[in-house]
C-alpha cells in the first residue's frame, strides 16, 4: 500500500492502533464541530460526523492522498453518551453504563482526491455491576474526559468491569482495525 496517508485525528489510541496495523501515515487536522442533526439514527451518527471531518480535513489533496477520520459513540439508554466535561459526569455515565449492555459505534471515512467511503462497526460491550470505589478511583486515575462513555476499553475500569464484548474490541477502543484494513486495500 504506498498513498500518503492522513489520519485526521486527536486520539493517541486511533494513531497506535493505525501505527499497529503497520501502515505508515501522517497525522493530520480538521476543526468542527461535533453536531449532528437530531432524528438521527445511531449508527449515522458517527458517520456524518467522520465525513464532516474528512470534508473539513487540511490536507493538501493530490492523487496519492489518502484521508481517514473516524468518530465513536457510545449508546446506552436511547441516547448518545459523549465525551464527559468533568468528575460528576463522567461518574454519571458510569453508573448509567453500570450493569448493562451498551453499543459502541465508530464510523469511518476513508477520502481520496476523487472519492470517498463511510462505513460504521457496532460493537455490544457489558459492564458488570461497578462499585461507586471503582468508579471514582478510575476517574481519578485516568481522567477519562476524553472518551466517549468516560471509559476506555484498555485501561482498568476495562479490565476490571468489562464482562463481555461481541464485535471488535478494537472498535472500542476508536477503531475497528479489521474492517479499516480490508476496507483500505479495497480503496486503494
Known sequence: ?????????????RAQLLRDLDLEFRI???HVEEIYPAG????????????????????????????ITADTIVWAEGRVLGKPADAAEAYSMLRLLSGKTHQ???????????????????????????????????????????????YGIQE????VGVESVSGSFYNVMGL???????????FL
Open 40 to 67: 438521527m439514527s445511531p449508527e449515522d451518527i458517527p458517520v456524518y460526523l467522520s465525513k464532516l471531518k474528512a470534508d473539513a480535513a487540511e490536507v493538501p489533496m493530490t492523487d496519492d492522498t489518502l484521508i
Open 156 to 159: 482498568w475500569i476495562g479490565m
Open 1 to 13: 500500500m504506498k498513498k500518503d496517508i492522513w489520519l485526521i485525528s486527536h486520539s493517541p489510541r
Open 176 to 186: 475497528p482495525t479489521s474492517r479499516v484494513y480490508e476496507e483500505i486495500r479495497e
Open 28 to 30: 493530520g487536522e480538521a
Open 104 to 150: 459502541v459505534i465508530t464510523g469511518v471515512t476513508l477520502r481520496s482526491l476523487d472519492r470517498s467511503k463511510s462505513f460504521y462497526v457496532k460493537s455490544d460491550v457489558t459492564f458488570r455491576v461497578l462499585r461507586d470505589e471503582d468508579i471514582h478511583r478510575y476517574i481519578r486515575k485516568c481522567r477519562p474526559y476524553d472518551k466517549a462513555g468516560a
